[in-house]
């Protein structure tokens, strides 16, 4: 990404997140207390770019609101959903775009994880993965106004879209992503690339979405510094494999955010989220830590996203990501 000069704009302060932050969990371990947490500073789309720019570089993401037309990517929520309906994801007399969960299913066998945690049901299986090449979807991903926001982001005369996205539902109660920074799943290029997650759908911070840890860039770049320290003797293969010998079987740093952020850094380390909204995408960098929070949404609203990476035409990107996904492709 180009320099730039740094040049706050006094028209677009911060905004802080009303209220307290509800209590924030993972897949394992304790409930993150309230003095590691904190919320997300959310962008406005009209911030002049340099200003955009300087926040990235500062904390490693941007959160940018209404990047995406909201009805576009409430049309997918429902596209989705209705595409998953023969499973009996969705409670009763509930319509696919609110997306609420059925409560009378167990919500260990119908999350939508995927990678390494699939569902046991094979039906539930090839409907994730088809849904990932329908034309509705594919059409989302090149939204008009994403596209035109992410050259004008980074610069790039021409962006490149990884073929391989992530197009994951998280049910109340069930499994979430665990932490990670990018970088470890796409090693196998060496220029850096840019990640924009897309809450598809309304998404409160009790609701599964995103949770970063708070200037983890260093720390990300720390620990895949150590990983290729310790990788002599593996093949050119293993070191760019997320599940070598070095990482979780999911290839995850790990399950537990609160012992992570508690032990990880120099010194107790927050973890940032808020309260997303359709239309919605926060960008971070290939070295930026975070995770999913567990989805105990009030209302049993189904958390619905994609996960996408951009890189500049004719870098040298990750060439096993340009294909769409399925659960076997060893990514």
Known sequence: MAAIQQAPVAAHELVVEPGQLPK??????????????GWLKPTPRDTPLEEMRRRFDEDGYVWVKNVIPREVVLDMRQHY???????????????????????????????????????????????????????????????????????GFTG????????????????????????HYDKLFLRGGSADFLTGWVPIGDCGA?????????????????????????????TPEQRIDAFNVNMTRDGQLTHDAEEFGRTK???????????????????????????ASKNEDPEGRIRLSTDLRFYEEGAALDKRWMSIWRPDDGL
């Open 24 to 37: 924030l969990r993972s897949n394992y371990g304790n409930v993150i207390d309230s003095e590691s947490t």
């Open 81 to 151: 959903f209705e595409h998953m309906s023969p499973t009996g994801l969705l409670a009763p007399n509930t319509s696919p775009r609110a997306g609420i969960f059925n409560p009378a299913l167990n919500p260990l066998t119908h999350h939508g994880v995927g990678g390494h945690d699939l569902p046991p049901s094979a039906e539930q299986v090839s409907l994730l993965t088809s849904a990932h090449s329908t034309s509705s979807y594919l059409a989302f991903l090149k939204n008009d106004s994403l596209r035109a926001f992410i050259r």
């Open 156 to 179: 790039w005369e021409q962006e490149v879209l990884v073929v391989r996205t992530l197009l994951r539902h998280n049910v109340p109660r069930g499994l979430s992503t665990g932490v």
């Open 206 to 234: 009790e609701g599964g979405g995103l949770m970063y840890l708070e200037g983890s860039t260093a720390l990300g770049k720390k620990i895949e510094a150590e990983f290729w320290r310790g990788s002599e003797g593996m």
């Open 265 to 291: 850094g120099e010194g107790r380390m927050r973890w940032l989220t808020g309260n997303f909204e359709a239309g919605d995408v926060v960008f971070h960098n290939p070295y930026m830590i975070h995770g």
